[in-house]
């Protein structure tokens, strides 16, 4: 089993930035795909951002060229650099992990875009 632990989640004023890091425990398959989801009030969960385990990446809309997701295998460890930050990125950030027929979800992480 996997379990996937979010931190670096707080406070920051609109424009500023803010990185995310999930570090992954357990059976990690080497193919494993790894991204980042989150979900604002009043809003369904949304992908913001995949990276597969050779670094392919895929980005929501709304995010691009502002957030970089990133991973180091040896760590185990997917990141999020969130640039740019805007009140509307308000949400709790979860880390996701897939690995077929596997999906593990961590706990998930408050990021507020405030002033």
């Known amino acids: 089993q996997v379990q996937l632990v979010e931190s670096g989640g707080g406070l920051v004023q609109p424009g500023g930035s803010r990185g995310l890091s999930c570090v992954a425990s357990g059976s990690i398959f080497s193919d494993a795909v790894m991204g980042w989801y989150r979900q604002a009030p009043g809003k369904q969960r949304e992908l913001v951002a995949v990276i597969t385990s050779n670094g392919r990446t895929n980005y929501a809309d709304s995010v691009k060229g502002r957030f970089t997701i990133s991973r180091d295998n040896a760590k185990n460890t997917v990141y999020l650099q969130m640039n740019n930050l805007k009140p509307e990125d308000t949400a709790v950030y979860y880390c996701?992990?897939?690995?077929?027929?596997?999906?593990?979800w961590g706990q998930g992480t408050q990021v507020t875009v405030s002033s």
């Open positions: 996701n992990l897939w690995s077929r027929p596997y999906t593990y």
